[in-house]
């Protein structure tokens, strides 16, 4: 797998790179990399999502052949034929989570198995393949060992800066008939990223989306795929004009119960000490960081609940004082405190400070990421 010949796309020529072998990834090392200089001035400012390292991971796919060439390479733009699938039909899956360096140095992910799994079950709902665990864990290594130099060192505790990884599989068959393709193109780029929310932590408002749905039962909502985003940016301009920083949404056929943001999943604390949160169902999706704070709560006094929530009990919950906290988690922002919701004729108010159990678990799972506190649960695996 992946060590024998490479076919090197027609658009680059060979000498601009020095082929060295690595695991199953063949690693075709970049001999341009950003200067030194310049990379270190991007890893202390690297914003969100904006500067990418020097390498891609990529494994094809065929129905013939399966996976294969599996391979480390430039990062560079890539061919695809206008009539390529994903263009079209929007036959597209992607992941998200994080590579963080500890203090001796060392590079870690958490919980890659849960993205592994997660990629197969949003493969299986667009008709993409099923990637073996080891290709994904793979790839992942594969790439962060050629980039670790990429990786922040974070200067303190409140230094939130990592490796932002970023798996995705399209569907990239030149055919314009509508069914599953058979070439698929998986890649892993990855990008520095420093802290969410520069100015520290300040609890957001949120608007609530009553009439645009993102998902709904027997769709997708609960994959992992660009439609369901694409299916949310109006409702997220509408919440910028509301003068709201993100966008929840409720279920769409009654439209009373919480579902989740466009990219986060929602939670509640109450007065009494249960951690609240939506049960997973066909329009939520499945978060790394929901499940991890699920399994947390218990020791910090907290008692995990996934059940349906309406906005009718929340509001109620938030006026008589029963419902105490809110925030949003997912990879990207660790846990965001909700301050305010707004609707059309009312509003859910948390107040201007961020809850104290949302900051202890967000403590307690940064500490853990980032190797300050024990992680009893075997949740870290080494990247490099
Ligand atoms: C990725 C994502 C989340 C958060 O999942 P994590 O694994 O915690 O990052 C929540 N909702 C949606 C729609 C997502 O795409």
């Known amino acids: 797998m992946g060590t024998g010949a490479i076919d090197y796309p027609d658009s680059v020529t060979h000498h601009t790179w020095e082929r060295v ?14 200067p030194e200089l310049v990379r ?15 390498h891609m991971a990529h494994v094809r796919y065929t129905i013939e052949e399966g ?14 034929d ?49 990637l073996p665990e080891e290709d994904f864990i793979g790839s992942l290594k594969a790439l962060v060992e ?16 990592s490796l932002y990884l970023r798996p995705f599989m399209i569907a990239s068959e030149r055919f314009l008939g509508v069914r599953a ?3 698929v193109d998986y890649y892993v780029i990855s990008c520095p990223v420093g802290p969410y929310f520069s100015g520290g932590i300040k609890p957001v408002s949120i608007w609530l989306s009553e009439t645009l749905k993102r ?34 949404f409720t279920d769409a056929k009654e439209g009373r119960y919480v579902d989740e943001l466009g990219g986060m999943n929602l939670m509640l604390v109450t007065k009494d000490g249960q951690l609240i949160t939506p049960q997973l169902s066909d329009s939520i999706l499945d978060g790394v960081t929901r499940r991890s704070l699920l399994d947390l709560a218990p020791s910090l006094g907290l008692d995990p609940v996934e059940r349906d929530i309406s906005i009718e009990e929340w509001r109620e919950g938030a006026a008589s004082g029963d419902i105490v906290e809110a ?22 108010d948390h107040g201007e400070e961020p809850g104290e159990k949302t900051m202890e678990l967000r403590t307690t799972l940064l500490d853990i990421q980032y190797g300050r506190a024990e992680d009893t649960n075997d949740w870290l695996v080494r990247l490099a």
């Open 40 to 54: 270190e001035n991007i890893k202390k400012a690297p914003g969100f999502g904006q500067y990418f390292t020097d």
């Open 215 to 248: 998902a709904g039962q027997g769709g997708t909502g609960f994959a992992k795929c660009g439609g369901n985003y694409a299916a949310s940016l109006v409702a997220q301009n509408e919440a910028a004009a509301k003068g709201c920083q993100q966008v929840l």
């Open 146 to 161: 050629v980039d670790q130099q990429w990786v922040p060192t974070p200067e303190s505790v409140a230094d939130e800066s």
């Open 82 to 130: 206008p009539a390529a699938a994903v263009f079209h039909y929007a036959q597209e899956i992607f992941e998200g989570l994080k590579a963080y360096r500890h203090a001796d140095g060392s590079i870690w992910t958490f919980r890659p198995e849960r993205n592994a799994a997660r990629i197969n079950r949003s493969a299986a709902r667009l008709a993409l393949p099923q």
């Open 67 to 80: 996976w294969q060439a599996h391979q480390v390479k430039p990062y560079a733009p890539l061919q695809l």
């Open 181 to 183: 393709s058979h070439e």
């Open 327 to 348: 925030f949003a988690c997912g990879t990207a922002a660790v846990i965001t405190p909700i301050g305010r919701i707004v609707a059309d004729g009312f509003t859910i």
């Open 21 to 34: 072998l690595m695991s199953q990834f063949a690693v075709l090392r970049n001999i341009q990399p950003q």
